[in-house]
């Protein structure tokens, strides 16, 4: 099943709810950037637990510019890297 950026980490916290277990979510950069709202409004403050990896490495300009910025970003997140687990894949 294919699912927006945005919707994924949101039906992981609600697998993680529901199980308490902690969900996978593969996402490109852009995606990540798209799934900021969910993930700074919800999972993060709530505790919720999953795995991110993003992908990295698309030729597309949105891609490019993420790519470029992701490290950065991730680092000005407040999360605990215990509970939400950031992997990044570089192509």
């Not at 099943?1 to 902690?22: I, N, Q």
């Not at 798209?34 to 919720?48: F, Q």
């Amino acid at each position: 099943m294919l699912l927006p950026m945005k919707v994924k980490p949101s039906v992981c916290a609600g697998f993680f709810l529901a199980t308490r277990e902690r969900a996978n979510v593969f996402m490109s950069a852009d995606g990540f950037c798209n799934a900021l709202n969910p993930l700074t409004s919800y999972v993060i403050p709530e505790g919720i637990e999953m795995n991110l990896i993003i992908s990295t490495g698309r030729m597309e300009l949105q891609h490019k510019e993420m790519t470029r910025i992701l490290k950065p970003l991730i680092k000005l997140l407040k999360h605990d890297p215990k509970r939400i687990n950031i992997e990044i894949i570089e192509k």
